[in-house]
């Protein structure tokens, strides 16, 4: 909404967003370094599509309705979309250089 749009919109501003959905066509992503010279934090946006399409990509099927987060009635589902969007996240890639890739990948898999 538009609260959120806002907050999201000043933390790529003072912060450095290494990854984040376009906010909006006018300002695209902001994520890199730009506007304030001394970013005072770094962060990862992720935020899951929970239009029809979105939810397709997904691999799940929109229940129709408008889906409000404050809707406790549908907190299965909500969890299904969460983790069905975490499965898409990258840990690893998407936080090099912050956390240790050992840690990350305890499986030894090549990064």
Request: with cysteine; aromatic share 6%.
């Amino acid at each position: 909404g538009g609260m959120n749009l806002e907050i999201d919109t000043l933390c790529r501003m003072i912060g450095e967003c290494v990854r984040g959905p376009v906010i909006n066509r006018e300002v695209d992503r902001m994520t890199g370094p730009s506007g304030v010279h001394l970013k005072q934090f770094t962060y990862v946006r992720y935020d899951a599509d929970t239009s029809v399409s979105g939810l397709r990509t997904l691999g799940l099927r929109h229940p129709g309705g408008k889906l409000g987060m404050d809707d406790v009635r549908r907190m299965d589902l909500y969890r299904t979309i969460c983790r069905a969007a975490a499965e898409q996240v990258d840990v690893v890639e998407h936080f090099r250089g912050f956390l240790d890739a050992d840690a990350l990948n305890p499986s030894g898999a090549p990064t």
